[in-house]
């Protein structure tokens, strides 16, 4: 048996589950546009690699080898900004290596966060101006990752915007998430 190092695996199986997608999508040849949500659950599980003689799909990778160690949730949360679906809405595909997986994962979780993380200011009819920070839906999902907390979860955000009036935002602490 052959052992390998946290990293080598997190990195493999990220690099699996991306390619496993990609495969997906173009045996099922979906198209740039096509309504995902149907397929969602079936292309998670439908098709499958085989890696020292278990057979994984892109949702064994997803939870099992990627999120949960020893039936403990994973504690980095950039993980998630690694893993793709294949849709406009989810993170770049790309490669990532052992040696350089940490650099890597902090730049996917900030090319993420800048591209998704928007600010909207509304006015009602008294000319009062309400703030509010847009989350991505990969927030709500998996919130618990990012900070149970509020202030925690708007600390392990400030790390990865780069835009000044979102990182005002997240020093206040005073706006509303949506």
Same mark, same amino acid.
């Given at each position: 048996?052959?052992?390998?190092?946290p990293?080598?695996e997190?990195s493999?199986?990220i690099?699996?589950?991306?390619a496993?997608m990609?495969?997906?999508?173009?045996?099922?040849?979906?198209?740039?546009?096509?309504?995902?949500?149907?397929?969602?659950?079936?292309?998670?599980k439908?098709?499958?690699?085989?890696?020292?003689g278990?057979?994984?799909?892109?949702?064994?990778?997803? @939870?099992?080898l990627?999120r949960?160690k020893?039936g403990?949730?994973? +504690? =980095?949360?950039?993980i998630?900004?690694? $893993?793709s679906? #294949?849709?406009?809405?989810c993170?770049?595909?790309?490669?990532f290596?052992?040696?350089?997986?940490e650099?890597?994962?902090?730049?996917?979780?900030?090319?993420?966060?800048d591209r998704?993380?928007?600010?909207d200011i509304s006015?009602?009819?008294?000319s009062?101006?309400?703030?509010?920070?847009?989350?991505?839906?990969?927030?709500?999902?998996?919130?618990?990752v990012?900070?149970?907390? @509020?202030?925690?979860?708007?600390?392990?955000l400030?790390?990865?915007? +780069? =835009?000044?009036?979102?990182?005002?935002l $997240?020093?206040? #602490?005073?706006?509303?998430?949506?």
């Amino acid at each position: 048996a052959t052992t390998s190092s946290p990293k080598a695996e997190t990195s493999f199986f990220i690099n699996l589950h991306n390619a496993l997608m990609l495969h997906t999508h173009y045996y099922r040849k979906t198209q740039s546009g096509d309504n995902l949500k149907p397929l969602k659950n079936k292309l998670a599980k439908l098709h499958q690699y085989k890696v020292g003689g278990q057979c994984y799909c892109i949702d064994d990778m997803r @939870r099992r080898l990627l999120r949960q160690k020893q039936g403990a949730k994973c +504690e =980095d949360p950039r993980i998630h900004f690694a $893993l793709s679906l #294949g849709s406009m809405s989810c993170p770049d595909v790309r490669v990532f290596g052992v040696d350089e997986l940490e650099d890597q994962l902090t730049e996917a979780a900030k090319r993420f966060c800048d591209r998704h993380v928007r600010v909207d200011i509304s006015s009602d009819r008294s000319s009062h101006s309400t703030t509010t920070l847009l989350l991505p839906k990969l927030f709500k999902w998996h919130g618990k990752v990012f900070g149970q907390e @509020r202030q925690k979860m708007l600390h392990t955000l400030s790390g990865w915007v +780069e =835009d000044s009036t979102v990182q005002a935002l $997240l020093q206040d #602490g005073s706006c509303k998430i949506k």
